[in-house]
């Protein structure tokens, strides 16, 4: 019988991401997935900076660079295609150190990540296999069994914690008794995906189509590449439109002027969007990740990010347990801060979504008198070109704001510092603490030994802390700030141990070494 710290159901991109950054602190992960090789049909295509953020924690920021293009931002446009209002995003490095908005092709990702996975001697990767059962066995772990799918042999493991990240229909979700919350929308989409090297003249953003008869979504997702994606009216199904011909008609708005053979179908199919939320994200040693836990409607582009963000948020507290620097009491904090954010982020993707589809022709009239005026309030005009996702709610490791828009919660930014790499890299995968004020020695030893690294903060980085009217910020592994404020002692003392092992593909400098920030 196997036995591993952790398995893993489930190598879509939330697995496997969150495997990568398990092994990367040197805990043995097993992940097991049905499909042999990466599933080939595209589907997610768009990650804010966020979380491309994450991954280049995995050490991929550079080949998804290759795979990937900046979006230009959003426009919604009325039933006759008349621009209402228009969001633009900066293309260039934001605040994160990457572009605000960027589109991808999901199969192509999951390539590089499965790549990046087998180069980390602590994870190992099991495809062509079915998980049949997860029960707690004998040993007092928790027991996976599983098939394989070619010769219907049966296999077991054992492990300390089991990561389901097993999609919308997950096992995982049945066997800890959870069930998901319909928060009432559903709707049936065609998804179009068409290859081409014609120039079709379009903007470079994402046209969100606002019109209760037809609403659609445009993206531009490669060189050439290119989504759409309509709303199916009753009695309509993909088969109606299994070809170019059938839907010339719906894609003629942006085809103006291009011969229909210079374009290629790649694929129709027909989903069902869905806000749903999990009522429980882990029972005992078993938790869930992804589409398990919740479904966002793709409106806001955010439903593969908020997987990466459950397992940048889970993994490290995951490995400070394992490796004895946390007590288990702390992985309540994953589903504290994780399920009200994802709710959030739901909320305001059904919120896009009504905006384009309710209230008929007087819906209509609405939206062409309202939404124009929606780009000059500042407050929503920043929030949309922002990105910037809510703050985590008050947790173990969220402290209670000493001021209602402090940092707590948020993440910190990526600056380039003095010697232009970027504060990620420097501060490795543990703790940092980042302080306009030099530490004394006596702080600086018991940070060193609870394992953080520490900043002398200059520039961007003294700026930041200033707008939160701090003087020093904790920040996680996960680049969330824990504490911030100006009394230097009590957020020394409340630095938590953990000190990660220094395995995997990026270097982890010396706990409790000190970088100044020009």
């Given amino acids: 019988m196997r036995r591993v710290p952790v398995v893993v159901i489930g190598a879509g991109p939330t697995g496997v991401t969150a495997a990568t950054l398990l092994a990367q602190y040197g805990v043995e992960t097993l992940v097991l997935d049905r499909w042999s090789a990466v599933y080939p049909q595209p589907r997610a295509v768009h990650m804010d900076d966020e979380v491309v953020r994450i991954l280049a924690r995995l050490g991929v920021a550079d080949e998804f660079a290759e795979i990937s293009r900046p979006a230009h931002g959003l426009r919604l446009v009325d039933d006759a295609h008349r621009v209402l209002v228009e969001f633009r995003r900066d293309t260039r490095v934001g605040v994160h150190g990457y572009a605000q908005a960027n589109m991808f092709d999901q199969p192509e990702l999951e390539a590089v990540l499965r790549a990046n996975l087998a180069r980390h001697r602590h994870a190992s990767l099991i495809g062509g296999v079915e998980v049949t059962d997860v029960t707690a066995s004998d040993r007092g772990q928790m027991r996976v069994t599983y098939a394989d ?65 037809r609403a659609a979504t445009y993206m531009r997702i490669g060189a050439t590449r290119y989504r759409w994606e309509f709303r199916l009216l009753d009695g309509e199904t993909a088969e109606d439109f299994d070809g170019l011909s059938a839907l010339t008609g719906l894609i003629a708005p942006w085809i103006r002027g291009v011969d229909a053979r210079e374009l290629e179908l790649i694929r129709v199919a027909e989903y069902t969007f869905r806000a749903q939320i999990a009522d429980r994200w882990s029972r005992g040693p078993v938790f869930l990740l992804g589409d398990a836990a919740h479904l966002t409607p793709p409106f806001i582009g955010q439903g593969m990010g908020a997987g990466l963000r459950d397992a940048s948020n889970l993994a490290w507290k995951l490995a400070a347990v394992v490796h004895g620097d946390q007590p288990p009491s702390v992985l309540d904090s994953y589903a504290r801060e994780r399920k009200a954010h994802a709710a959030q982020m739901i909320a305001f993707a059904l919120a896009v979504g009504w905006s384009m589809t309710a209230g008929g022709r007087f819906g209509n009239a609405l939206r062409r008198l309202v939404v124009p005026r929606l780009g000059v309030l500042p407050g929503i005009r920043a929030k949309v070109t922002d990105g910037a996702t809510p703050a985590l709610r008050r947790s173990r490791y969220v402290a209670a704001p000493r001021l209602r828009r402090g940092l707590t919660g948020t993440l910190c930014p990526n600056p380039l510092l003095g010697n232009d790499r970027r504060l990620d890299d420097e501060i490795g995968r543990g703790f940092a603490f980042i302080t306009a004020t030099a530490p004394s020695a006596r702080q600086r030893d018991l940070l060193t030994r609870r394992g953080a690294s520490v900043v002398v903060a200059g520039g961007e980085l003294a700026a930041w802390l200033r707008r939160g009217r701090a003087t020093a910020a904790i920040v996680r592994p996960d680049r969330t700030v824990m504490a911030a404020g100006a009394d230097l002692e009590r957020l020394v003392r409340l630095v938590p141990t953990f000190r990660p092992a220094p395995f995997g593909q990026v270097e982890s400098p010396v706990p409790g070494s000190l970088v100044t920030d020009g």
């Fill in 149 to 213: 799918r070619s010769t219907g042999v049966e296999h077991a493991v054992d492990a300390d914690y089991v990561l389901g990240c097993d999609g919308a229909n997950s096992l995982v979700r049945d066997r800890i008794g959870a069930a998901m919350t319909d928060l009432r929308f559903r709707q049936r989409w065609l998804v179009v995906d068409i290859e081409t090297a014609a120039d079709l003249g379009q903007w470079g953003g994402v046209h969100q189509v606002c019109d209760p008869a």
